[in-house]
């Protein structure tokens, strides 16, 4: 491979881990914010006027759990992405990661495992799969909370909560393919 190829392929290998670093950072922005916006379950909380369609305290307790496990999926997918940017970075000959690293012009040319390198990105992208869809389902228990339980029926709670578990998991399923296409480039 011609030096000018490597100095490409790692550029774009750091751009797709920081891609992944940003996109769990706005992520786990929102989950601070929805942690912090603890909502009790009960009559006063949600937005219809049946009390029988309000939601449980176990509802509640999900959705904070599904929080919990998302920012766990999205920090350990963050931090497998920082640790093998800075493998590649500070890339040192006698290292079982990096070959061998040489400059040129103002780039840094570095031989990498790529087998690690994809296996890592590949571990960093599925902890960002799992962190959507942990997220998606403390959205679905959100809604619950505010507009009435599944069981009851309402317009609106199916409204929001439809396009949420048809939309996240078709983009999940495209990412996820475009992922393991890429691992195999």
């Not at 305290?57 to 959705?63: F, R």
């Not at 990096?98 to 780039?107: D, K, L, M, N, P």
């Amino acid at each position: 491979m011609s030096r000018t190829n490597l100095i490409i392929t790692t550029k774009i290998h750091i751009m797709a881990l920081d891609g992944i670093v940003n996109v769990n950072s706005l992520f786990t922005f929102a989950l601070f914010l929805g942690l912090a916006w603890y909502p009790a379950a009960g009559p006063a909380t949600t937005l219809i006027a049946e009390p029988s369609c309000a939601a449980s305290s176990a509802i509640a307790e999900d959705m904070i759990s599904f929080h919990v496990y998302s920012f766990s999926s999205f920090l350990f997918s963050s931090l497998v992405a920082l640790a093998l940017k800075q493998a590649i970075r500070i890339a040192d000959k006698d290292d079982d990661f990096v070959i061998s690293v040489a400059e040129v012009g103002s780039a840094s040319l570095v031989h990498a495992n790529m087998v690690a390198l994809r296996v890592g990105t590949l571990v960093s992208g599925f902890g960002s799969v799992f962190g959507c869809g942990f997220l998606m389902m403390a959205l679905v228990d959100l809604v619950q909370i505010k507009l009435g339980i599944l069981a009851c029926g309402s317009f609106y709670t199916f409204a929001a909560i439809v396009p949420l578990v048809i939309l996240v998991p078709l983009a999940l399923v495209v990412y996820v393919f475009l992922m393991l296409y890429s691992f195999t480039r």
